[in-house]
């Protein structure tokens, strides 16, 4: 007999609101996956970015996940508790990172000439100007990771819902921030040293983090973490086609609604969104019916 390979999941929302249809397929999406492999299911609030925090969201969105019987093993984790990880992280990252003095706006002005050269994608990148060190007369305000130097440095990942994916870390991302000019955790260091810290084996999570996991991967690998496995999931769009968002106009999730309206109105959207075209009358019968559709359907896609 061989062993069950071992499975930890985790949602990772960031208490921006309450759950609407677009975070609510993240979870349930993250949910399905590790319960149709048998494994953990852990929730973390990623509160690092104090600006963008709205007080009691964490509270609701945990609420929610309860009312819709999903619910997580272990305790809750809050990045803000986290932080002596982070700092601990970024000692190991020394040699690594270096202070930036460069603003927004100077970063902006030099992207508009840099788009202008070499095309749309040159304005993500950074462009390096306090790489060799502060110039005169600026001020440390945010921390970068160094990438490695032009020509190239591609990394690339087999993504269960997408297939292969990859970015040219150098030429479109650049030395990219670590912590913030306000003092915050970037997510990008945060969310690798809290996966890496709770063994989190696979990730799944909205398709508007794909250009993000090359940069996840890269800091995996400077801090001695495995990699883990990744599905990313489509993202619900409003009729404009944006990502569904609070600022988009998501309606909020009702905790005070009862059962047959949270089926009607939330848990069977999202199942079907994610191509689960089950029926159910009640929220335990939903989720015997979405657990095994949700393995026939990535077995179906080769990505279970
Ligand atoms: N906190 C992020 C968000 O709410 C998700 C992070 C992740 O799943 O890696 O968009």
């Keep these: 007999m061989t062993a069950p390979v071992p499975y930890i999941g985790r949602f990772a929302p960031s208490p921006t609101g309450p759950l609407h249809l677009g975070s609510l397929v993240a979870a349930m999406a993250s949910y399905l996956d590790a319960k149709a492999h048998g494994g953990q299911w852990l929730v973390r609030i990623e509160d690092v970015d104090g600006d963008r925090n ?19 093993d272990g305790d ?27 603003s927004r706006r100077e970063i902006a002005d030099s992207q508009t000439r840099l788009a202008a050269q070499h095309g749309a994608n040159a304005s993500l990148v950074y462009p390096g100007t ?30 269960r819902w997408h297939g292969w994916v990859e970015q040219d870390i150098t030429r479109e991302v650049g030395d990219f921030v670590v912590r913030r000019a306000d ?44 990699h883990p496995r990744y599905l990313h999931v489509p993202v619900v769009l409003n009729d404009a086609g944006e990502k569904l968002s609070k600022q988009t ?8 609604a009862g059962p047959a309206d949270l089926l009607a109105h939330a848990l069977l959207p999202a199942a079907r969104f994610l191509g689960l075209h089950v029926t159910a009358d009640s929220i335990a019968g939903f989720w015997q019916a979405t657990v095994p559709a949700w393995e026939r359907l990535l077995r179906e896609r080769g990505a279970f």
């Design 130 to 159: 306090c790489r060799a060190g502060l110039a005169p007369g600026k001020v440390p305000r945010a921390l970068r990771l160094r990438t490695p130097v032009a020509p190239a440095h591609v990394v690339g990942f087999q993504d």
């Design 76 to 102: 809750v984790t809050w990045q803000t508790q986290r932080t002596a990880l982070y700092d601990a992280a970024l000692a190991q990252l020394a040699d690594s990172v270096y202070p930036c003095g460069c």
């Design 54 to 72: 709205v007080a009691g969201a964490d509270r609701h969105i945990l609420a929610s996940l309860q009312r819709c019987g999903m619910q997580w």
């Design 183 to 226: 003092g915050f955790w970037a997510y990008q260091l945060a969310v690798v040293v809290d996966d890496g810290a709770q063994g989190i084996t696979d990730i799944v999570r909205g398709a508007d983090l794909l250009d993000s996991t090359p940069r996840q991967l890269y800091l995996q690998d400077l801090l001695g973490l495995p």
């Design 249 to 256: 106009g998501a309606a909020a999730f009702d905790n005070g």
